[in-house]
Structure formats: structure tokens, C-alpha cells
């Protein structure tokens, strides 16, 4: 069992910047691929960034790449999500997941386990 907490959500002007940060709990992390994904009012939930069990292996959404790193730190159980030159269509909740797997996907419903999620709110 993974329990995931996100945190670092709020309010930001366009062009801003936001960290994410999501806390999983257990000795097995290094054994996940993670994710972030993120759902607007109305939308159905989007991918934004993988990363691999080690950290060597990522990928973007069209939308934020070039603008958003994912990275995570094994020894601190944590998976980051640095958010750069946001816009307004970036608002949205941000949902950390895990995946018993090597690498991560695209697919939400691959996806084991799940935070409670972190409003980003962009103003313009």
C-alpha cells in the first residue's frame, strides 16, 4: 500500500512559478513509476509528466513540455513537479499517482495508487 500526499498548490499570476511536491508513504517507492496528472472543472483528467523508478526516463504532455520538470528524490520519497511560465489554462487539480511498473504511462487507469490532489490556480 501507497498512501501519496501533494502539496505546493495556490494561487500564482500568469507567467509565474509553482513546485509541486507529493509525499508517498512506504519503503517501496523506488519500486513506482509516478506521475502527475491534473483535471479542470468540467474536463476529464489530463497527463502532464512521468518519470521512471530511477529518475532517468520522462515524459511531457504536449501542452507543458518545455515548461514543466518532473524530477523525484528516492532517499526522500517525494516526486516533484516544477511548474515555469504557467498560464491560465494551466489551472486545474494536480493528482500524483504510482505505478508498480519500470515506466510510467500516459493511461490514468494503469495508475495504482492516488493523492487527494492540489488546486493550481492561474490568474491572468
Known amino acids: 500500500q501507497v498512501q501519496l500526499v501533494e502539496s505546493g498548490g495556490g494561487l500564482v499570476q500568469a507567467g509565474g512559478s509553482l513546485r509541486l511536491s507529493c509525499a508517498a508513504s512506504?519503503?517501496?517507492?523506488?519500486?513506482?513509476?509516478m506521475a502527475w496528472f491534473r483535471q479542470a472543472p468540467g474536463k476529464e483528467r489530463e497527463f502532464v509528466a512521468t518519470?521512471?523508478?530511477?529518475?532517468?526516463?520522462?515524459a511531457y504532455a504536449d501542452s507543458v513540455k518545455g515548461r514543466f520538470t518532473i524530477s523525484r528524490d528516492n532517499r526522500k520519497n517525494t516526486v516533484y513537479l516544477q511548474m515555469d511560465s504557467l498560464k491560465p489554462e494551466d489551472t486545474a487539480v494536480y493528482y500524483c499517482?504510482?505505478?508498480?511498473?519500470?515506466?510510467?504511462?500516459?493511461?490514468?487507469?494503469?495508475?495504482?495508487?492516488w493523492g487527494q490532489g492540489t488546486q493550481v490556480t492561474v490568474s491572468s
Open positions: 512506504g519503503r517501496t517507492f523506488s519500486m513506482y513509476a
Open positions: 499517482a504510482a505505478d508498480l511498473s519500470v515506466i510510467g504511462t500516459t493511461t490514468p487507469s494503469i495508475y495504482d495508487y
Open positions: 518519470i521512471s523508478r530511477s529518475g532517468g526516463s520522462t
